[in-house]
C-alpha cells in the first residue's frame, strides 16, 4: 500500500507561513484575471474555513499567506480546496492538464508573535527580492498598500502587525530593515526562509 499524504497539524489561534510554488517552478499566474481569481477564490474559503488573512503576496510562480487559524478547522482545510479550485480554474483557461503546484504546500508555525511582524515584512518585500519591481508600493498582487494606507483593502486582518506599528514604521521597517536583515542573513533560519520559493 503506497504512504498516505502527510497532513499538517494546526490550532485555534496559530499563526501560519503559508507557501507554495508553480510545479517546475513555472508561472501561476500570467495576467491580472488570474491574480484577480486567485484572490477571490481566497477571500470565498477563508470565509467558509474561518481563517484569517494576515498578509499576502502573489508571485508569478509562488504564493505566499500569513494566516491565522479561528476555528478548529485546520489550515489545510482552506489551503486544498483554494489551490484545486484554482488549478482547475488554470488549467481550463490555459488548456494545461496535471498538477500545477509543486507538491504539497509548505504550513510553518510561527512560534513567537514578534516573529509575525518580521515575516510580514518579508513576504511585502518578495517584488524587491524577484526583481519585479524597484519600488514596493507599485506591486499590487500583495497586501503591502493596504499596510502602508495606499490601498483600502479588505481581506486581510492587519491588527496583529499594525497594533504597536505605525504606517510610517512600518513601511521603513519593510523597505530599510528587511532588506539589510536578508542581506545578513540575520533571521533566515529563524523564520523558515532558507527553504522558500
Known amino acids: ?24 517552478q513555472e508561472n501561476i499566474f500570467f495576467d491580472g484575471t488570474d491574480y484577480v481569481g486567485y484572490l477571490e477564490k481566497l477571500r470565498k474559503y477563508k470565509e467558509k474555513y474561518k481563517v484569517s488573512i494576515i498578509c499576502y503576496c502573489l508571485m508569478p510562480n509562488h504564493v505566499h499567506l500569513l494566516v491565522r487559524q479561528d476555528s478548529e478547522i485546520p489550515i489545510y482545510k482552506l489551503i486544498q480546496p483554494l489551490h484545486t479550485s484554482y488549478s482547475m480554474y488554470f488549467n481550463r483557461k490555459y488548456d494545461k492538464v496535471g498538477h500545477l503546484f509543486q507538491g504539497k504546500f509548505k504550513q510553518k508555525p510561527v512560534t513567537k508573535n514578534e516573529y509575525l511582524l518580521y515575516l510580514s515584512s518579508y513576504i511585502h ?73
Do not use: A
Not at 3 to 10: M, R
Not at 149 to 159: V, Y
Open 1 to 24: 500500500m503506497g504512504k498516505k499524504p502527510s497532513i499538517e497539524i494546526s490550532q485555534i489561534g496559530g499563526y501560519y507561513h503559508v507557501y507554495n510554488r508553480g510545479n517546475r
Open 125 to 197: 518585500f518578495n517584488p524587491i527580492i524577484g526583481g519585479l519591481v524597484k519600488r514596493l508600493e507599485d506591486y499590487q498582487w500583495s497586501s503591502y498598500p493596504d499596510y502602508i494606507g495606499l490601498r483600502e483593502g479588505t481581506l486581510c486582518d492587519k491588527k496583529p502587525i499594525l497594533d504597536d506599528q505605525s504606517l510610517d514604521e512600518y513601511r521603513q521597517l519593510t523597505e530599510e530593515e528587511i532588506k539589510d536583515k536578508l542581506i545578513q542573513k540575520e533571521f533566515q533560519e529563524t523564520l523558515f526562509l532558507s527553504e522558500c520559493p
